[in-house]
C-alpha cells in the first residue's frame, strides 16, 4: 500500500541501517504522537470534567476560557511549576521511573494505531498482539508506584491494579482473539479494510455474537484502564488516591495523561475491532483517497473513538464502585466463559459464512428494535425488582 | 532597554518565605538595590511568562478534601450543584495532600488534631495556599474562652492567606474567600527574582 | 513504614502472611469528618478495627456550666450540626421540663415543622455522602440539590444556613408567617418525586445493592447492647422510635410510620437496610410536615413565662427526643441559678459508632468504607 | 411496673446496697452502693428488663461554696422497645480515689461512657478492660470537667492561652 507521507519514508531512508538514522526516525515520528496524546488529554479531560458537570446539574469549568476550554491547559502548567515531592522513605528510584514506565505502555500503543488509510505509523503485522502486550506493561508502573511510595495506601491501590489488570487480561484477550478470527488478520490496518463498505458490514453487526463480545470487550477495556466502576486502584473514598498517593506535580500529571490516554487506545482499538475503524459506513465517502479521504478516515476514526471514550465517562459518573472480590467474580465467573463461548460461537458463524456481510442489515434492524424497547424493558425489569425488595412507590 | 535575552532564564522557583526581620536589615536593602536595575527588572519576556504562570496557578486551585467540622458541610455545598466551585477551575477536591494547591481548613481544630494538620500542611507541596474558614479557624470563635481542647486560631500552626469570617461561613463567602487568593496569586513573582519576596517598605527604587 | 520493611525482612523465609495495620483517618475522605480508625487487616480482610474519637472535642459540657441557658442553646447547634433544629429542641426541651412550662401549640407545630425538615436535610446528607462512599459521585450532587431547597426554607424562617439557634427556649425565635409555610408546602410537593429519582440512581441499581446487602450485619442483640438507636437500630429491625413510643411535642397528633430494616436485599440489619429505613424516614417526615401544615393555628410563638434569663428549679432530668440519628438526650442538673450546673448530651452517635469494631470484623477494606457511611457519623456529636 | 415496685424489688433484693431512693422527681433513682453498682444493673437488666443503659454520666457535686465535693455516676436505664420502662440509678464517690465497679460486662456501650467518665472526671472503673482516654488527647493532663480544672496554657508548644 503506497504511503502518502514519503518525507518521512526518506528520512528513513536517509539514515539506511546507521543509528542515527534510526534516531532520527523516532524523533520525526514521537513529535505528532507526543503531541496528539497531549491534546487528547486535553480534550478528554476538560471533556470528563464537562460530562461529568453536566450530569450532575452543574455548569463545570466556566471562566477559564470559553466555557472552561483551557482549563486543562492551566491545570498542565500550573502541575509542571509545583514542587517536586519525593518522600522522605521512598525508593527514589523506582518512584521516579513509574509514572514513565506507566506512561510508556500507553504512548507505545499509538504507534501501531491506525488514524486512516495510510496515517499509521508501524503497520504490524501482529498490531493487536502489540498493544495487548505493551498495554499490560502498566501494571508494572503502577505496582512500582505503589511500592515505592512507601505508603500504604498505595501499596493496597497497586495489587489491586496488579489483581485486576492481570485477570482482565484474560478475557480481553479473548475477544481480542475473536476479532482477529473474524478479520482474518492481526495487523489493525488490515483487520479495518475487512470492514470495507456499507455500515453493515462492519463487525459488530455483520455477526450475531460480536455485539456480545463488544459489551465484554468494553466491561474488560473499563476495568484495563481502571475506570468506574473499576476504579478500585484509585478508589478515593477508600484507598485515598491509590497507587498516586504520594505522586504530586508533574509526576501526577503523568499518571493523568497516561490514564486518558490509555481510555483512548482501547476506544479507538474497540473501534478498529468493531465499528469498522475510519469507515464511515458509506462507500462514496470512504472511496475519495489521497490526502482528503487520509483527513476524512482520520477525523471519522477519532471521533468514533472518542465517542467511545465519552461513554466510559458517562459509565463513571453514573455507577458505584465494585468490591475487589466482585470485580474477580465477575471476571472469572462470568466473562471469561462467556468470552471462551463466545469466541467458538464467532468461529463458527465465520466458518459457515466467511463473507457474509448481507446479514448486518438484520442485526441493524434488530438493534434498533431492541433499541427502542429498552425503555420499556428497564423499566419493567425495575418494578419487577421493586416488587421483590418492596421499595417505597411514590404517585409521580 | 537591554533585550530580554541577556537574563539567563531560570527555572521556575518556589515561592520563599523571608522573614521581615531579615527584610529590614540595611545589609538586605544593599543587595536589592545591587540586583534591581532597571533593565532587569522592565525585562518584557520575564514578566510576561510571569503573568502565564500567574494565570495558570490561579486559574486552577486545587484544594483538598479536609472537612472538621460544621464548615466542612458548607465545604461541600460550595462544591456542589448550586454554588459549583468547579466554575473557577476549583473543582478537583484532591483526597491527599500532594496533589493540593489550597488547604482549607474548615471547622474547629482541636488541640488533638493540632499535630496532624500542620502534617498534612508540611506535605502539601510549593506553592501552597491556606484558607482559614469560619470562626473558630480564625480565632477559636465560639470556644474561645471556655474551650480547653481547642485551638485558639490555627494561625498559631499554619501560616493563613485568606480569613472568612462565619459560623460557618455561606458558600458565596468561601467562593470570595477563593478570588481573594486568586487575586494575591496574580501578583507574584516567579521568574523575575529581582522582586521575589520583596515587601513593598523595602523596596527601592 | 515499618510493617513494609517487615514484609520485606520475612520474604526470605517462607511464605508467611502478615497483618498489618492500616491507620485511617483522621483526614480521610470517607470518615465523615475526623474520626479515625485503625484497622488490622489480613491482605483485603479486616480482622479487628479500633476506633479512635476526639479529634473535635470542643468542650461542649464544659462550656454549657460556664454560660447560660440561653447563651448555651447555640452551641447546642454545634453538636449535631447537621440536624440542629433537633438539637434546639432536645436543649429547649430538657430546660422547659425542669421549669415545668407550657409552650404554645403554634409554637409547638413550628418545632415539629423545622425538625422534620432538618432531618429530612440530615438523610439528605447521608444518603448522599453515603453514595459517594460507595463510589457514586453523582446521587451525592442530586442529595445536595435539593438539601439546598430544605435550607433555602430554614433560612427565610431565621437567617442561617446551617446553625439555627432557632428553636429557643419557651418557644421559637421568630414567627413563620403564611409564605414560609406555604414554601414548606411546596417544597413537600417537589420532594416526594425526587426521592423516586433517588431511588432510579441509587437504591435500584444493581451495584449499589450488592455493595451494600449483606455487609456489616448488626443484629437486633448487638444493636441493644450497644446503646444504639434511630435508623442503625431500626435497621436491625427494631420498631423503637421514641416520636411514637414517647411522644414528646406533638408528635402524638400525626399518622405516621416507624419504618424497620426487613432484610430486604439480603440480611436484617445489612448496611442496605439502614440506608431504607434512612430512604422512608424522609417521606414519614414530608407526612407529618404536611399534617402539621394543615393543623396549624395562629397564636403565641412563645411563652411570655420565661424571661431572658431563665432560671429552672432545683432538680435534675433526663430528657430525650429522637434525632436523625437516634435518641439524643440531654440530663441536666439545676442548682437554681441562671447557669446549668451539670449537661450531659447522650448523642446517639457516640453509641451508634461504639459497635463499629464488632460489624467492620471479617469484612472487607471497601466495606469498612461502607459500615462507617451506613452508621451516619457526626463528629461534632460524638465527640461534643 | 412504676419506679415504687422497682424500689421495692431493689430493697428486697439487695438490702441495705440501697442506700437511698427517692421517688417523687423528674426521673426516680435509687442511691446503690458504688462497688455493688454491677450487681445491681445486672439483676436490672436480667430480672427486670432494663435491657438498655441510655445515658451514663459523671457528674462533680462541688458547689461554688463547697459545701460536698463529691462525684457522682448516674445510670439512666431503660428498654427497648418498651419506652415506659425508665429508672435511674445513681452512686456518689469520694473527690480522691473515686472508684466503682464497671458495668460494661452488663451493656457493652458502657464501655465508651465509661471511659469518657473517666477521662472527664478521673473516675475509676474498676474491672474496665480498656481504661484510656477517650476524648481529650492520650497525654491530656487533668480531667477536663471537674470543677477545679484550670485549662493548660500550653500543649505540645502549641499556644493555648486566649490572648
Known sequence: MPNQFTFVRDILDLGGDSFWGFVAAIAVWAAPITGFVSLIGLVAVWLERKISAHIQCRLGPMEVGPHGLLQTLADGIKLLGKEDLVPDKADRVLFALAPMIVFAATYVSFAVLPFSQDGVIVDLNIGIFFIAAVGSLEAIGVVMAGWSSNNKWSLFGAIRAATQVVSYEVPLGLTLLAGVVCAGTMSLNEMTMAQEGWIWSWFIFRNPFMWAVFLIYFTASLAECQRAPFDLPEAESELVSGFHTEYSGMRFAVFFLAEYGKMYVVSALGVVMFFGGWYSGIPMLDNIGGLPGNLIGAGIMVTKSMILVCVQMWIRWTLPRIRLDQVMDICLKYLLPLALGLLMLVALWQGILPGEKRFGIVMIVAMIFAFLKMRTMVRNVMSKSSQQIELPVFKV | ?205 | ?384 | ?163
Not at chain 3, 156 to 174: D, F
Request: with cysteine; hydrophobic share 40%.
Open chain 2, 1 to 205: 532597554m537591554v533585550g530580554p535575552m541577556s537574563v539567563p532564564l531560570r527555572l521556575p522557583r518556589l515561592r520563599k518565605r523571608t522573614s521581615p526581620k531579615a527584610m529590614a536589615s540595611p545589609a538586605n536593602i544593599q543587595e536589592i538595590n545591587f540586583n534591581t536595575d532597571a533593565a532587569t527588572r522592565d525585562n518584557v519576556l520575564i514578566s510576561s511568562l510571569d503573568k502565564v504562570l500567574n494565570w495558570t496557578r490561579k486559574s486552577s486551585v486545587w484544594p483538598m478534601t479536609f472537612g472538621l467540622a460544621c464548615c466542612a458541610i458548607e465545604m461541600m455545598a460550595t462544591g456542589a450543584s448550586n454554588y459549583d466551585i468547579d466554575r473557577f477551575g476549583s473543582g478537583p477536591f484532591r483526597a491527599t495532600p500532594r496533589q493540593a494547591d489550597l488547604m482549607i481548613v474548615a471547622g474547629t481544630v482541636s488541640l488533638k488534631m493540632a499535630p496532624r494538620v500542620k502534617l498534612l500542611w508540611e506535605q502539601m507541596p510549593e506553592p501552597k495556599y491556606c484558607i482559614a474558614m469560619g470562626a473558630c479557624t480564625i480565632s477559636g470563635g465560639p470556644y474561645i474562652k471556655y474551650g480547653y481542647h481547642v485551638l485558639k486560631g490555627v494561625d498559631r500552626l499554619i501560616p493563613v492567606d485568606v480569613y472568612i469570617p462565619g459560623c460557618p461561613p455561606r458558600p458565596e463567602a468561601l467562593l470570595e474567600g477563593l478570588f481573594r487568593i486568586q487575586e494575591k496569586m496574580k501578583y507574584e513573582r516567579i521568574l523575575d527574582r529581582t522582586r521575589e519576596g520583596l515587601r513593598p517598605e523595602v523596596l527601592v527604587d
Open chain 3, 1 to 384: 513504614m515499618s510493617e513494609v520493611n517487615q514484609m520485606q525482612a520475612s520474604k526470605q523465609g517462607d511464605v508467611a502472611s502478615e497483618e498489618m495495620l492500616l491507620n485511617m483517618g483522621p483526614q480521610h475522605p470517607s470518615t465523615h469528618g475526623v474520626f479515625r480508625v485503625v484497622i488490622k487487616t489480613d491482605g483485603e480482610i479486616v480482622t479487628d478495627a479500633e476506633s479512635h474519637i476526639g479529634y473535635l472535642h470542643r468542650c461542649f459540657e464544659k462550656i454549657c456550666e460556664n454560660v447560660n441557658y440561653t447563651m448555651a442553646t447555640p452551641y447546642t447547634d454545634r453538636l449535631d450540626y447537621l440536624m440542629a433544629m433537633g438539637n434546639n429542641l432536645g436543649y429547649a426541651m430538657s430546660v422547659e421540663r425542669l421549669m415545668d412550662v407550657e409552650i404554645p401549640e403554634r409554637a409547638s407545630y413550628i418545632r415539629v415543622i423545622v425538625t422534620e425538615l432538618s432531618r429530612i436535610a440530615s438523610h439528605l446528607l447521608a444518603i448522599g455522602t453515603y453514595g459517594m462512599d460507595i463510589g457514586a459521585i453523582t446521587p451525592f450532587l442530586y442529595c445536595f440539590r435539593d438539601r439546598e431547597k430544605v435550607l433555602t426554607i430554614l433560612e427565610t424562617i431565621c437567617g442561617q444556613r446551617l446553625n439555627y439557634n432557632y428553636v429557643r427556649i419557651g418557644g421559637v425565635a421568630y414567627d413563620m408567617d403564611d409564605a414560609m409555610l406555604k414554601m414548606c408546602g411546596e417544597f413537600c410537593k417537589y420532594f416526594m418525586p425526587r426521592v423516586m429519582e433517588y431511588n432510579d440512581l441509587l437504591t435500584y441499581n444493581g451495584i449499589f445493592i450488592q455493595r451494600t446487602a449483606n455487609v456489616g450485619i448488626l443484629t437486633a442483640e448487638q444493636a441493644i447492647d450497644f446503646g444504639c438507636t434511630g435508623p442503625v437500630l431500626r435497621g436491625s429491625g427494631i420498631k423503637r422510635d421514641l416520636r411514637k413510643d414517647a411522644p414528646y411535642s406533638l408528635y402524638d397528633r400525626f399518622d405516621f410510620e416507624v419504618p424497620v430494616g426487613a432484610g430486604e436485599a439480603g440480611t436484617v440489619g445489612d448496611c442496605f437496610d439502614r440506608y431504607m429505613v434512612r430512604m422512608r424516614e424522609m417521606i414519614e417526615s414530608v407526612k407529618i410536615v404536611e399534617q402539621a401544615l394543615s393543623q396549624i393555628e395562629a397564636g403565641p410563638f412563645k411563652t411570655d413565662k420565661i424571661k431572658a434569663k431563665p432560671k429552672p428549679s432545683k432538680g435534675d432530668a433526663y430528657t430525650a427526643v429522637e434525632n436523625a440519628r437516634g435518641e439524643l438526650g440531654f440530663y441536666l442538673i439545676s442548682d437554681g441559678s441562671d447557669t446549668a450546673f451539670r449537661l450531659k448530651c447522650r448523642s446517639p452517635a457516640f453509641s451508634n459508632v461504639s459497635v463499629l469494631h464488632e460489624m467492620c470484623r471479617g469484612a472487607m477494606v471497601a466495606d469498612v468504607v461502607a459500615i462507617i457511611g451506613s452508621l451516619d457519623i457526626v463528629m461534632g456529636e460524638i465527640d461534643r
Open chain 4, 1 to 163: 411496673m412504676t419506679p415504687q415496685d422497682i424500689a421495692s424489688k431493689l430493697k428486697a433484693k439487695f438490702g441495705d446496697k440501697i442506700v437511698a431512693e427517692t421517688l417523687d422527681v423528674h426521673d426516680p433513682f435509687c442511691q446503690v452502693d458504688p462497688m455493688s453498682i454491677a450487681e445491681v444493673c445486672a439483676f436490672m437488666k436480667d430480672e427486670l428488663g432494663f435491657n438498655y443503659l441510655r445515658c451514663l454520666s459523671g457528674v462533680d457535686y462541688m458547689d461554688k461554696k463547697k459545701t460536698t465535693d463529691d462525684l457522682g455516676v448516674i445510670y439512666h436505664l431503660g428498654a427497648i422497645p418498651d419506652a415506659s420502662l425508665l429508672f435511674c440509678l445513681k452512686v456518689i464517690l469520694p473527690r480522691t480515689g473515686a472508684k466503682v465497679a464497671t458495668v460494661e460486662n452488663v451493656w457493652s456501650t458502657a464501655d465508651w461512657h465509661e471511659r469518657e467518665a473517666w477521662d472527664m472526671f478521673g473516675i475509676d472503673f474498676v474491672g474496665h478492660h480498656n481504661q484510656t482516654r477517650i476524648l481529650c488527647a492520650e497525654d491530656w493532663v487533668g480531667h477536663a470537667l471537674r470543677k477545679d480544672y484550670k485549662s493548660p496554657d500550653e500543649y505540645h508548644g502549641i499556644r493555648n492561652n486566649v490572648v
